[in-house]
Structure formats: structure tokens, C-alpha cells
């Protein structure tokens, strides 16, 4: 005969426990499972997609009434338990159903705490717990406007930003300083309430909550110094208290939880107990991720097999909030003892704290960007020693000290990096999955492995890492915005300029619904590029939407001066050239003549207003702009080649000067440097390039997507071609290729590794592609006034006057 | 005391841009947005004294070119978690021309 197992609680950690126990041990229990709410068993963390209105209840089901029946489990559901008998190992329901035990599981979970302030019980105030709560919600945002939450963390928030979606005007009052102070230090708190803010949410900060007033049902709320804020619903969203009601009463021994040990049992033998009710080790979780690990416990021990001990969990938070990217993990205030390393990026929003003692992790918050979470969070669990890391540890996994080729984030990581917190699952756990099973695409995924199957914030790490194993066979459903002012991200906005033939940043604006009245100098850049690229004889060319550099046709320095480089067609010079370059540094005195980087001179120390009059002096003899500023084409790296080099097989110079000839003066997505090398010897760096040729004896070898920069990255062989004429049509296809299709300040390294070679490698082959490519190439560099020096434009030509003059000099 | 000048035209300054008044050894960034209200700032980033004037401007507020923090142009404040100040100037436009209050 079976013996009898009941769980009291149909929640994520009981049914959890079940769904381990039917792995292990199938026949082993007659299961009876009561639940106090009337369904199945659905994820409650995901009760926050459904106040969006992003997900249903139907999507949020775990296991709908059929598993229970597939698996013979009796469920007694909408039935609270209100007694039990251990004497007689009985349990009864509030309706008076029965069940008899060998083992009781108690699973009941815990309450939203309702702060007991007058008025409390009115109609209109509403804990964030289950279905039950988040329906009422929906109805009073149906047909009110106004909701006050009621505390500033993890769950306030979440209710917050639903209720926001929702049409409602929304207030959180929170009690301390900044928000999610459990979870966050105050700069990244402030950084949540900057962001929250610009969505509409407001707050009321250091408030504390004296009384709910209402007749019949809420009106308003009253703060301790007096204030009151009008409302039409109250929702509370202060914590949790583990649902111990039923254990004391029938006398196991309980402290601020249902007490357990290791083994997950309580003071009763037959009894175990799992989930938020439980306090192990003096800790109660209030996360699904230790109440999975204590599941796997657990269920082991009901299956009689006796190993395997909980000894308790370290976790770590994220907040599900679309746009929002926050992570925090332990100890990550510090203190005397403890070193922070922080790197902040106000305008992208970027704020890292990693907080160090005796070289080994602590703690870590990430804001904005946080896909190396994984990765500390890790480095801090096992301890591991960061002394050597130490100096890169803030660029992240991916720049860990290699010039290695290419990669991402997930390619680095070992294959017991925890990628799935809830969950427990490894890198190594996903890939095998992907590849035994032939998986495709991420729901498959969370299928097989449950990896980003609760909360759902480590969908991104899955999804690269289906893309780094699965290649170019993937491809990822979503993008990020491009930046606060938007809810679209790069490629959709592109597309719309294309589809839409929109002209006009403000025209963007308005059809797109931007946030922001004028944007911000992240989007305006981005959009003025994707007008002038997308419609380069129509759109209107922004300035004011350009960095200063692009603006000024010139570098700023830290001093706020400027450098001049002109431009030195492949690396060659002359000397009327050298002497005019002599005579602009003598005349206007600058401190420092360079010899740059990409084969030409650079002039440092300009005064602004001085820029014209040397751009004067420099046409005169012939020299142009060396965009050496721009978001651009820069320079053309050559070697001697077969005009003087022994080795020498091709006219690498002659090429060189006839492609820089051919694009400069093009904008493109971000900097672009060419170089040909006369032999395999490749005195001109060309496998670094974004476009590099290496002449060889039978022609021309193209490379693509070289780096050399804060990531090496070698280039990828395109093809071998046999003549200039081939060497020039290419060049152009892929620089056409990567102007229409890389996003904004993406280099075309990272974007091949984006798109996938070969993706590039079956557009440049493609006979008609390729020449359309290049035609629209040439096309872009006739009509825009690229090919015409800006440099001239503004020296002689009265362009942008009012960019290098005072608008008036006061007497001091 | 206070010290209205004249420092041009709101036309010489292009709308969501800046331009540069010296007041002696001081620069002093003047800014027009798209709807035509008028700031001014000296021309100094509170962190490394970056040329404010030679930013991008959006709404009330200016993102400096050096290292991208956010000035508060109404105030001179530097905004999100960036602390710091930079003296701004009351400003007042009548017929088209753009007064500051200099100190
Ligand atoms: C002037 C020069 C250094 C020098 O004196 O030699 C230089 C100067 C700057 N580089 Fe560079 N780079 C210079 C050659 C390089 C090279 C070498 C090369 O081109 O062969 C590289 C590595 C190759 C590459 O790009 O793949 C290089 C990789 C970078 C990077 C990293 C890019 C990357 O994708 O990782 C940056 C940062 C960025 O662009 O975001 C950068 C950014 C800068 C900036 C623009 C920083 C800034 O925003 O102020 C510097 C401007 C100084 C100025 O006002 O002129 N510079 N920079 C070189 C100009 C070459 C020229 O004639 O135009
Ligand atoms: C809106 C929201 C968002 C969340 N987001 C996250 C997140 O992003 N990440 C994360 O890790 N965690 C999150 N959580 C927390 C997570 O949902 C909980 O930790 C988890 O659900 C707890 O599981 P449990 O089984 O212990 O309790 P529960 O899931 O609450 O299950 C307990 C069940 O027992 C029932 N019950 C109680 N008493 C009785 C009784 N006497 N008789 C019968 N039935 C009874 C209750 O009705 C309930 O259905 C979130 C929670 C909420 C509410
Ligand atoms: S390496 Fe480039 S970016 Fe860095 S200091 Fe030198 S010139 Fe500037
Ligand atoms: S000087 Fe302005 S941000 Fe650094």
C-alpha cells in the first residue's frame, strides 16, 4: 500500500516539492493536496506581468488542474485547512473535507503584512500577494484614477509600475531615504527613482503612514506630519509574514517561521515544512530560488533516500520592470573595512558598485547594466580571489585580460556560471540542453531546463546563450530601447525612418510618441545618423544633434581646446604639405605636433575661434579634413608595397589612396579605418581594420571586422579577388552594408559578431546585392556634401559662423 | 546691485544650442531651447570643467561633451547621482534681444 502524503499550500514551493518527489519517486505516496486559493498552481512572481497587462492568468499557470489528474493527486482546492490532529494525523478543511497522513508537507507560504493603522480594513485597501489581489486591482484601475502604494521595495514597485500601465496616477510612499534600501545603495537608488520617475511614477519620501480616512471606503491617506494625499485604493506593499498561524496551533515550535532543520523537517517527524513559512538557520527567504534548492531537499528525504542537506541559500535580486536593469547581491553597502569599485556613466544611466575586502567580492549593485551579475555574483558565492582581476573586474567578464577573438558575455563563462538564479540552473546545464535535445528557441528552453521559466530576468543571458551556440540559426526576439526617452529600440525606430520616410528628428518625435519634448544626447545622435544614412539627399542634417567634434569638424580636448589632423591620402605626404603643417604650428603657436596612430599629423592645443583661419592656411596648400573626429571614415593605412618593398607584390599605396578617396567623408554608424598591406607580411595592421587588403601575388585578400581597439578582434577572411576594380566594388558593399545596418556606435566588429559572418559574408557575395550596395554607396557620397571638405565650408565658405565666435565680449 | 546687459539676440543662438559671452576671464554659456527660453551657466562642467556651452542641449538641461554629465541649466546643478555646481545667471528676453543679470 502507498503511504498517504498531504501538502497543505498549492504555491510554487509545495508543489515544487511534489513535482521533485514524482521525479524520484513516482509510486511512492497517495498525494492530497489542499490550497485556500481556488486554482491550480501558477506562478506568482509573474503576478507582476499580469498587473501590466503584459501576461494572463491562463499564461502564468504552472500545472493547471489536468497535471494534478495526469499525476493521481487529489486536490482540494478553494479549501482552507483549519485543523489539524497529529495525534490521529488528520487534517480538516474549513469545509470539513478530511485527509489522513503518513507525511504532512506544510507549504502555506506568506501574507502581504497589513500595517495595522487606523482604517486598515476599508474597502480599497489591498495587499500584493495572489490572483485574488491583483483582479481587485485591475477593477479599481478600470474605473479609478488614483492609487497610493504603500512602501518602496521590491513588490511596491512592481504594483506601482502595473498600476501605472494601468492609466493610474500612481504614488509611492516609502518610508526611508531612497527605495529598495535592502537591495540598493543610495546612488542606485536615487538612479531607480530617476528612471522610475521619468515613466510617471511619483513619490512621497520618508513618509510614514498614520491613517487610512474614508467613509465606506478609502479616500485619503494621512502621513504622521500631518499631510494628506487623496486616493482611491491603498495598496500595501511593506513585507511579508510567513504564514505560521495553522503550525502554532498545533504546537510546533515556531519563531519568526515554521523553525525546520537541514533535512527541511520541523519539530514534528512527520511533518516537514518548505517555503517562505519556514525559518532555517534563523533566516526566513522571501525569493523562489532558495525554496527551489530546499524543494530538491526536501522532496529527497519524503522519498526516503535520505541524502542531501540544506544548508541554506545566498540570493541575489532583480527588479521586473520593463526598461529597468537592476541587480544586487550581497553585503553591498560596506564599510570601513571594505573598498567599493564603482564606475558610473550618468548619461547611459550606468552605475556599478562592486564592494571589495581582502581581494575577494562582498557584495555588488548594478544599475543599467547588468549583465555581469551572473558573473560576480558567482566570483562572490565561491570566494574566488580577484587580485589578478582586480583592474579589469569593472569592464566586465568580457574583457577579461585576453586579446582573444571575438566572443561575448556567455562565450567567456565557465560552464558552472549560475545563470538561472531562481532556478539553479548552469551554462553548462543550457547548452547541453540546447545541443542534446536540438532546441531552438528560448520557451523550448525553459522547457527543458526551467531556465528563466520564474522570474524571467535571466531571459537575456538565455537567449545569448541559444545565439552563441546555435549561431547564426538564432535569432533574438527582442532589443532593448534605445535609451529612456523611447520604448522602441534601435532597429524598429530605423524602420520606421525608412517606412515612414521620416526626415526630421522632431518628425521621429512625434510619430515614434517620444517621452522626451527634445530627446537626449544619446537618441538625437543616433536618430540624426539614421535620418542622414537612411535619406541622405532629403533629411536635414542636425547639428545640434551631433557631438561637438562633428559640429566643430574638430577634437575636443580636456582643456577645451582642439586638435586638427588633416588628412594624409594613404600615409603619403608631400613636403609643401610637411611645410604647411610647420608654418600653421609656428604661426598660431601649438604646443604639440603628433605623429598619430593612422599615418598622419596631428595639431594639438586650438583655440576654437582659431580653427577656421588654420583650415584657411591648410586648403591653401591643398590639405582637407582628416575626420579625424568623426564618426567616420578616419584613415587608410598603407605600407610602401611594390613601389620600393623587396617583398612588395601589389601597389598597396596606389590602393590605399583610391579607397581613402572613395569614401572619405561618409558618416557611418561609428569610426572606420582601412588599411593594405603589400604582402602577407602586413606591415599595415590590416587583419585589425574594420576593412583590411592583403595584397598577395595573385591579387587581393579582403578581411572584415577588425579591431584593434579596447577589444582586439582579428578580421574574418571575406575573399580573394583579383583586381583593384573588385577590391573597390567590395569595400564599398560592406561599408554600405554596415551604414544601413549596424545600430549607432556599434563598430563593425561587434556587429559582425552581431549579425554573424556569414550572414555578412552571403550579402558582399551576392552578385546583384553586392553591386546595389555599392551603387548606394556612391549614391550617398555624391549628394551629401561629404566629398566637399567641411573644413573649406566653414573657412571660406561662411558655414556654421556662429559656431567659432563669442556671442559678445563684456568688459570685465 | 543689479547689473542687466545686453548680450545680443535670441536669433544668434540656435535653438537647442549655446552660445559663449565673456565677462572678462569668465566665459558664460548661454543657452536657447526649442521653446525659446533662454539660461545661462558659466562655462564650466562642476567635474572637470568641461565647455558646457559646447554640449548637447535637451529640455531644461545640457549634457556636458567631456564625460557626459547632465546639467540642470535652471540652476546650474548637476543632475542624477553627479554632484555639483556651476553658477548660473538670471536671463531675460525683450524684442528678440537677451539680457543677463551679471553679478
Ligand atoms: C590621435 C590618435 C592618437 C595619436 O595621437 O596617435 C587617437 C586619439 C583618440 N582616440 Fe584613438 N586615436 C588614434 C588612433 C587609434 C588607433 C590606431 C589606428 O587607428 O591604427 C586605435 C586602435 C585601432 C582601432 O580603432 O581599431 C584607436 C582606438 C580608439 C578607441 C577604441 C575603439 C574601439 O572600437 O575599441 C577609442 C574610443 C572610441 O572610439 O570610443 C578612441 C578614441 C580616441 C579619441 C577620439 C578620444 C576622444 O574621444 O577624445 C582620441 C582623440 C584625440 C584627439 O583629439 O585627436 N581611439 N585610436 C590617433 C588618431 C589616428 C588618426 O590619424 O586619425
Ligand atoms: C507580486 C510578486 C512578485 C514576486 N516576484 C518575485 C521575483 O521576481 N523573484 C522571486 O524569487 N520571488 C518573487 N516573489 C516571491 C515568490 O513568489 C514567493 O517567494 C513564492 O511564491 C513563495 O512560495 P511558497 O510556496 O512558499 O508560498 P506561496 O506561493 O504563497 O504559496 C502558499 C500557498 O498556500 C496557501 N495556503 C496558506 N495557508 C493555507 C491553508 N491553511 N490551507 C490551504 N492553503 C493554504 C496560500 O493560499 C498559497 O496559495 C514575488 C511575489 C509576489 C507576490
Ligand atoms: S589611447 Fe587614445 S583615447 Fe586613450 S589617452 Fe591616448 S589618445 Fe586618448
Ligand atoms: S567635465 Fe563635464 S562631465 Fe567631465
Redesign the pocket.
Known amino acids: 500500500m502507498k503511504e498517504k502524503l498531504v501538502v ?7 508543489m515544487r516539492t511534489v513535482e521533485e518527489l514524482l521525479k524520484i519517486a513516482p509510486e511512492k505516496y497517495e498525494i492530497t493536496v ?4 481556488p486554482y491550480g498552481n501558477y506562478n ?2 509573474l ?2 506581468p499580469v498587473l501590466c497587462g503584459d501576461k494572463t492568468i491562463d499564461e502564468i499557470m504552472l500545472n493547471d488542474l489536468q497535471w494534478y489528474a495526469d499525476n493521481n493527486i487529489t486536490l482540494h482546492k478553494g ?3 483549519t485543523a489539524i490532529d497529529r495525534k490521529t494525523c488528520k487534517v480538516t478543511g474549513e469545509d470539513g473535507t478530511c485527509a489522513e497522513y503518513d507525511r504532512l508537507l506544510l ?4 501574507d502581504s503584512f497589513i500595517i495595522p493603522v487606523p482604517g486598515h480594513e476599508l474597502p480599497g485597501v489591498v495587499g ?3 490572483i485574488k489581489n491583483v483582479d481587485s486591482m485591475l477593477t479599481t484601475a478600470r474605473t479609478r484614477k488614483r492609487a497610493v502604494v504603500i512602501g518602496g521595495g521590491l ?1 511596491g514597485l ?1 504594483a506601482a509600475n502595473g498600476l501605472i500601465k494601468q492609466g493610474m496616477d500612481v504614488t509611492v510612499v516609502h518610508l526611508m531615504d531612497w527605495l529598495m534600501e535592502r537591495q540598493m545603495d543610495e546612488v542606485s537608488g536615487e538612479m531607480l527613482k530617476n528612471s522610475l520617475e521619468a515613466q510617471g511614477m511619483k513619490f512621497l519620501m520618508k513618509a510614514s503612514t498614520q491613517e487610512i480616512l474614508g467613509d465606506g471606503k478609502v479616500e485619503k491617506v494621512k502621513f504622521a506630519d500631518g499631510s494628506e494625499i487623496e486616493t482611491d485604493m491603498v495598496v500595501m506593499a511593506v513585507g511579508i509574514r510567513p ?1 505560521i498561524e ?1 503550525a502554532k496551533q498545533i504546537g510546533l515550535h515556531c519563531e519568526r517561521g515554521i523553525v525546520v532543520n537541514d533535512t527541511l523537517q520541523t519539530f514534528d517527524p512527520k511533518i516537514y515544512a518548505i ?3 519556514v525559518q532555517h538557520r534563523g533566516q526566513c527567504y ?4 532558495p ?1 527551489f534548492e530546499m524543494a530538491k531537499v526536501c522532496a529527497n528525504h519524503l522519498a526516503k533516500y535520505g541524502i542531501g542537506i540544506y544548508q541554506g541559500s545566498v540570493t541575489s535580486t ?1 527588479l ?1 520592470v520593463t526598461g529597468i536593469d537592476l541587480f544586487s547581491a550581497g553585503d553591498f553597502m560596506g564599510d570601513e573595512t571594505t573598498d567599493d569599485i564603482i564606475v558610473r556613466d550618468a548619461t547611459r544611466g550606468i552605475y556599478k558598485k562592486v564592494v571589495v575586502k581582502d581581494d575577494k567580492i562582498l557584495g555588488a549593485v548594478l544599475y543599467g547594466d547588468t549583465i555581469d551579475g551572473a558573473w560576480y555574483f558567482q566570483l562572490m558565492r565561491e570566494g574566488t580571489s580577484i587580485a589578478d582581476i582586480r583592474d579589469q573586474l569593472m569592464f566586465g567578464q568580457a574583457h577579461l585580460g585576453n586579446s582573444g577573438h571575438g566572443g561575448n558575455v556567455v562565450a567567456e563563462m565557465s560552464d558552472d556560471t549560475e545563470i538561472c538564479g ?1 532556478n539553479g540552473v548552469c551554462k553548462g546545464d543550457v547548452v547541453n540542453a540546447i545541443t542534446t535535445h536540438g532546441l531552438f528557441t528560448l520557451d523550448e528552453v525553459r522547457a527543458h531546463t526551467k531556465a528563466s521559466s ?2 524571467g530576468s535571466c531571459t537575456g543571458l538565455v537567449e545569448q546563450i541559444l545565439e552563441s551556440t546555435l549561431g547564426s540559426d538564432y535569432e533574438s526576439p527582442v532589443a532593448k530601447p534605445m535609451c529612456a526617452c523611447t520604448e522602441h529600440n534601435h532597429d524598429y525606430v530605423r524602420q520606421a525612418i525608412k517606412d515612414q520616410k521620416l526626415t526630421r528628428i522632431t518628425d521621429v518625435f512625434e510619430k515614434l510618441n517620444w517621452k522626451t519634448e527634445d530627446g537626449c544626447a544619446a537618441c538625437r545622435t543616433s536618430l540624426n545618423y539614421y535620418l542622414i544614412s537612411s535619406w541622405p539627399k532629403e533629411a536635414y542634417d542636425d547639428p545640434q544633434s551631433r557631438f561637438i567634434n562633428e559640429r566643430a569638424h574638430a577634437n575636443i580636448q580636456k582643456d577645451g581646446t582642439y586638435s586638427v589632423i588633416p588628412r594624409m591620402w594613404g600615409g603619403m605626404t608631400t613636403p609643401k604639405e610637411l611645410r604647411a603643417i610647420a608654418d600653421v604650428a609656428e604661426k598660431f603657436e601649438l604646443d604639440t605636433v603628433h605623429v598619430t596612430g593612422g599615418q598622419r599629423i596631428g595639431l594639438y592645443g586650438v583655440k576654437k575661434h582659431e580653427l577656421p583661419l588654420i583650415w584657411k592656411d591648410l586648403n591653401a596648400q591643398g590639405l582637407v579634413s582628416g575626420h579625424a573626429y568623426g564618426k567616420a571614415l578616419r584613415t587608410v593605412k598603407t605600407c610602401v608595397g611594390k613601389a620600393w618593398c623587396r617583398f612588395g607584390t601589389q601597389d598597396s599605396t596606389g590602393l590605399g589612396i583610391r579607397l581613402e578617396q572613395m569614401s572619405w567623408g561618409s558618416w557611418m554608424p561609428h569610426k572606420f579605418k582601412m588599411a593594405a598591406s603589400g604582402c602577407p607580411r602586413n606591415c599595415a595592421e590590416a587583419t585589425i581594420k574594420d576593412f583590411g587588403v592583403v595584397c598577395v601575388d595573385s591579387g587581393y585578400e579582403l578581411h572584415i571586422g577588425g579591431n584593434g581597439g579596447i577589444k582586439v578582434r582579428a578580421t574574418d577572411l571575406l575573399k580573394r579577388v583579383d583586381t583593384e576594380e573588385e577590391v573597390l566594388e567590395y569595400s564599398a558593399a560592406f561599408i554600405q552594408l554596415y551604414r544601413e545596418q549596424a545600430r549607432y556606435l556599434e563598430r563593425t566588429a561587434p556587429w559582425i559578431e552581431r549579425v554573424g559572418f556569414s550572414y555578412v559574408q552571403s550579402s558582399l557575395e551576392d552578385d546583384a546585392q553586392r553591386k546595389e550596395l555599392a551603387v548606394r554607396f556612391y549614391e550617398s557620397q555624391e549628394v551629401t556634401q561629404s566629398q566637399h571638405d567641411p573644413w573649406a565650408q566653414r573657412a571660406t565658405g561662411g558655414v556654421d559662423a556662429h559656431e567659432f565666435v563669442p556671442l559678445k565680449v563684456v568688459a570685465g | 546691485m543689479s547689473n542687466w546687459v545686453e548680450v545680443g539676440s535670441l536669433e544668434e543662438i540656435p535653438p537647442l544650442g549655446a552660445r559663449v559671452v565673456k565677462n572678462g576671464d569668465t566665459d558664460i554659456a548661454v543657452f536657447r531651447n526649442t521653446k525659446n527660453e533662454v539660461f545661462a551657466v558659466n562655462d564650466a562642467c562642476p567635474h572637470r570643467q568641461g565647455q558646457l556651452s559646447q554640449g548637447i542641449v535637451h529640455d531644461k538641461s545640457v549634457t556636458c561633451p567631456l564625460h557626459n554629465w547632465k546639467i540642470d541649466l535652471t540652476t546650474g546643478e548637476a543632475m542624477g547621482p553627479d554632484e555639483g555646481c556651476t553658477g548660473h545667471y538670471k536671463t531675460r528676453v525683450e524684442d528678440g534681444k537677451v539680457f543677463l543679470e551679471l553679478k
Open positions: 497543505i499550500g498549492n504555491g510554487m514551493a509545495g489542499f490550497g485556500a486559493e506568482r512572481i503576478l507582476s479549501v482552507k485547512v507549504a502555506t507560504g506568506s500584493f500577494r495572489d513588490l512592481e504564514n495553522l517555503g517562505e513559512c522571501g525569493l523562489v530560488a525554496l532583480k521586473k531562481c520564474s522570474c
